[in-house]
């Protein structure tokens, strides 16, 4: 899907810019790349490449390219406030650029938020910017009294990778880079999309990167020999609701041979968190708990209260 939407955006460009160029880059995926003004009479596209805003006017003939707004690196996402102010998401600047759409479009101020921002979306007069648990500006000094700001605690066990800050739309601080809310910490890993209920009560933030109760276990960890092999020995260290002696129970379910009978290569193995027992578990129902160190976030989406922020 962002592929999808990056070749819509720069389809866009071409189209109605005429122009084009031979180019190799390595851009971020967009995620919110397109928005149209709520009076339906311009639409605006994030130009990651060119870290740029394409304001375009909506005609009966088609499009017609107004303007370019320099913004911050790779632009992936952009929300619209109102008819006259968009709020443009610089995934590699780490920033959000707000431009100014009456008159001659212009950046009219930026703000500095955590690693790797991805959405954005207005709930009342709230902005709402998934990032990364990281970065620079979230130790700032000038936000050191922001609730969820300082320390992202990274070699911490426990401790969400995953940030939406907060802004009041309307006043969004004077300090350096502007003063967020809250920062509000979810436990997962990349958040990406967010979406809004149309009473603006709830947004919801969705984690790119989740646990989904599955994992593998390394090569290196399954016994060789496949369905026949017996259990065998690990490295004497059982993890929780793990085999005594931290033992494996056995090789690859398989098939061990191709159609032809050539052996197969010893793999890894896909297994599932068992909630009952606690336990991985392959589809043979054996117990690989030995085999996996750590355990990942596993909730997909947050809901969060755009009054309370909790």
């Known amino acids: 899907m962002p592929q999808r939407l990056a070749a819509a955006a720069a389809a866009i460009v071409l189209l109605a810019t005429g122009t084009a ?44 390219h107004q303007a370019s707004v320099p913004v911050g690196l790779e632009p ?7 008819n006259g102010e968009a709020w443009v998401v ?24 955590g690693d790797e921002p991805r959405d954005i979306v207005f709930a009342g007069e709230r902005a709402f910017i998934t ?14 009294a922001v609730p ?14 995953a940030d939406v800050w907060v802004f009041d739309a309307t006043a969004p601080g004077n300090t350096l880079g502007g003063t967020p809310l809250k920062i509000v910490e979810l436990f997962g890993d ?31 960890s399954v016994c060789n020999g496949f369905e026949s092999a017996a259990a065998c020995a690990g490295d ?5 609701n793990g085999m005594a002696g931290g033992e494996l129970p056995g090789g690859n379910p398989g098939p061990a041979v191709n159609i032809f009978a050539d052996p197969a290569p010893e793999v890894g193995l896909i297994v599932k968190y068992d909630n009952a027992s606690g336990e991985w578990r392959d589809e043979l129902g054996r117990n690989w708990s030995n085999g996996i160190r750590f355990n990942l976030p596993d909730l997909d989406v947050f809901a969060i209260d755009a ?3 909790d």
Do not use: K
Not at 90 to 112: C, E, F, K, Q, Y
Not at 131 to 144: M, V
């Open 131 to 144: 990032t990364a648990h990281r970065g620079q500006h979230r130790s700032q000094a000038s936000i050191a």
């Open 21 to 64: 160029s031979a180019q190799v880059v390595f851009e971020s995926g967009p995620v919110r790349p397109l928005a149209m003004t709520p009076d339906g009479t311009h639409l605006l596209a994030a130009n990651t490449p060119g870290n740029a805003l394409e304001i375009f006017a909506i005609r009966s003939d088609g499009l017609q």
């Open 90 to 113: 610089n995934h590699l600047s780490d920033s959000i650029s707000i431009v100014a759409l009456d008159g001659i479009p212009r950046v009219t101020r930026t703000l500095l938020v």
């Open 236 to 240: 004497g260290i059982s993890s929780p």
């Open 76 to 82: 992936v996402a952009v929300a619209l406030r109102n």
């Open 190 to 220: 990349t958040p990406r999309a967010l979406a809004v209920t149309p009473d603006g009560s709830t947004v919801y933030a969705a984690v790119f990167h989740s646990g989904n109760q599955t994992a593998v276990v390394s090569e290196g």
């Open 307 to 309: 009054t309370s922020l």
């Open 148 to 161: 969820g700001a300082g320390d992202p605690q990274l070699t911490t066990p426990g401790v969400g990778r």
